[in-house]
């Protein structure tokens, strides 16, 4: 149950707070004393979006908090939704939405900060807000075949469904993707294979560029370089004054030294291995520059090797033999994938079928049990629509199949409704007045809701063009409902009001030039007065009292 509600600076609330009994709750008051204000506020706890234009004082924040308490068996199903979102169990369980005057939202759960769509999860597990324009979502097909669901209990079936649905979506997503990527690739099949044929062809080799380029330079300059190496050789050792052998007679002459002159020993000796050293030097002068030709035959092919790589560099825009070489595997991998799109699909479409065949399973099981549910929930809607004055209402649900499936199965759910003898049933919305669609709403809110195992149902108008006996009936309904979760019904008839096991007044005050909305609980002799005045409009008169007594007395 809802157990109480505060809202501060909220549209024209200041400052309300309101505990609310268990059972059948009625809330009264004129039109415009903020009703819908409080409901307005109520939706913020339940995951509604606001802003600052909702602020009553702009440089205050607006705090509306609800404390909710649950019983044993909602509590075991919502344990399990605090532990998937990290949040400390407690009763009251309390939820919190505040709005700063820069406009910025906060949420919590139990003072823990969570996203508004957590918060709006967990309202939804919490309380059952039936507003004004509730009654347009009787033509809405799924909340037709939610009405089906939440009375035949099918929630571990739809679960079970969904699992293997999302499974067969995430296939056929990935198969979508992998199949426009094979017509995108067999579309550049062509390119690619071209591209990397004459890369292929091209044999190239990591680091042959440097080496052909070293090698034309040689090639290209070949005479200077056989004739500076022989002109080497001619002064170290063939020269008339070689420097080898003036090397060799100043190693002589040290050597001669040596006899009396200690220090010739050492220069002696270094003067021998430079000899040693030039000597070798002369000698690969001289066969380096017998093995060094001018030869335009290889210049040419070294020239025609390197055209091609720079040919080859210029079209893919790259500088390197490296580059080139990742670049034709590259084209070698996306050929080799475009061959094996065919592959890849048709194993795709072997495990879609497969898991094809568990959707269709779980789905039959889903729609036989939505069948089975028929004949009860049709029979109970038509019980409660004979107590609310429709004897000859009649209530009839198709369900088709579709051919393709959705999240829900692949059932379409047809509510047809006719609320006079021998007029065949037809869609809701061409059929139903206001009245009629209030009472076929009422009965099947009372029939789905103990299914739905909700601790807590707001009405906010439900006997919107109701009357009379009619309205007695529609009270007396909803009193049997509060026997097993709380209901807050706000009413302007006094049928209704008279039924609550408490009741609340929303009324304004004027302080200060400024009109605020607060609410508050009648007591018993404050009851005979509010009810007095919606018989027969304020002051009441003695009939009116007496009336309103009777009523409250039944």
Request: negative net charge; glycine residues 8%; hydrophobic residues 40%.
């Amino acid at each position: 149950m809802l157990s109480s509600l505060s809202i501060k600076n909220y549209a024209i609330i200041r400052d309300l707070e309101v505990a609310f009994n268990p059972g059948f709750c009625v809330v009264t008051g004129e039109t415009g004393a903020g009703k819908s204000i409080i409901m307005g506020a109520l939706g913020l706890i339940l995951g509604q979006r606001a802003d600052k234009s909702v602020l009553n004082n702009e440089s205050g924040k607006c705090i509306v908090e609800g404390k909710f308490i649950v019983n044993d068996i909602i509590s075991g199903k919502l344990k399990n939704f605090f532990k998937e979102n990290d949040l400390d169990y407690e009763i009251p369980i309390i939820l919190r939405r505040e709005i700063t005057p820069s406009g910025k939202s906060r949420a919590f759960i139990n003072d823990t900060p969570v996203q508004l769509s957590v918060i709006r999860e967990l309202g939804l597990n919490l309380i059952d807000i039936h507003s004004q324009h509730s009654n347009l979502e009787l033509v809405n097909h799924v909340f037709q075949l939610n009405v089906i669901d939440w009375y035949g209990g099918h929630e571990k079936l739809i679960n079970d469904y969904r699992l293997v649905y999302n499974e067969m979506r995430a296939l056929q997503k990935k198969h979508n993707e992998i199949a426009d990527a094979a017509q995108q690739s067999k579309a550049d099949l062509d390119y690619f294979t071209f591209q990397f044929k004459q890369l292929e062809e091209a044999g190239l080799a990591d680091g042959e560029q440097e080496e052909l380029e070293k090698e034309r330079e040689m090639l290209t300059h070949s005479e200077e370089i056989k004739t500076g190496l022989g002109s080497v050789y001619q002064l170290l050792d063939n020269a008339e004054f070689a420097a080898l052998s003036q090397l060799k007679e100043a190693a002589s002459i040290m050597q001669g030294l040596g006899n009396y002159f200690p220090e010739a020993g050492e220069l002696y000796s270094r003067l021998e291995s430079q000899h040693i050293e030039l000597q070798d030097i002369s000698g690969e002068c001289e066969r380096l520059a017998e093995l060094t030709e001018y030869d335009p035959s290889r210049l040419e092919v070294v020239n025609d090797r390197l055209n091609v790589i720079y040919s080859l560099q210029q079209k893919h825009r790259v500088e390197t033999v490296g580059e080139l070489i990742a670049l034709r595997d590259e084209f070698d991998q996306k050929v080799q994938e475009a061959e094996s799109y065919d592959e890849q699909l048709e194993k795709m479409k072997g495990e879609i079928d497969t898991i094809r065949k568990k959707v269709e399973y779980f789905a039959g099981k889903l729609h036989d049990s939505r069948m089975k549910a028929l004949p009860g929930i049709t029979k109970e809607i038509q019980g409660y629509l004979s107590q609310l004055g429709m004897p000859n209402a009649k209530l009839q649900i198709d369900i088709g199949k579709r051919k393709d499936f959705i999240s829900t199965g692949n059932d379409d759910v047809y509510f047809l409704f006719s609320a006079n003898k021998g007029v065949a049933p037809e869609e809701i919305n061409k059929v139903a007045s206001g009245g009629e669609l209030s009472r076929l709403m009422l009965a099947i809110k009372t029939v789905v809701a103990r299914s739905k195992a909700l601790p807590a149902i707001i009405f906010d108008e439900i006997d919107a063009g109701i009357s009379g006996e009619i309205a007695t009936k529609m009270g007396q309904i909803l009193s049997k409902m509060a026997n097993y979760m709380q209901v807050i019904n706000i009413t302007h008839l006094p049928q209704i009001a008279s039924k609550g096991t408490a009741h609340y007044c929303v009324f304004k005050n004027e302080t200060n030039d400024k009109v605020e909305t607060d609410i508050r609980q009648l007591a018993e002799n404050e009851r005979v007065t509010e009810v007095a005045k919606m018989l027969g409009g304020d002051p009441p008169h003695e009939a009116a009292i007496i009336n309103a007594k009777a009523l409250l007395g039944n």
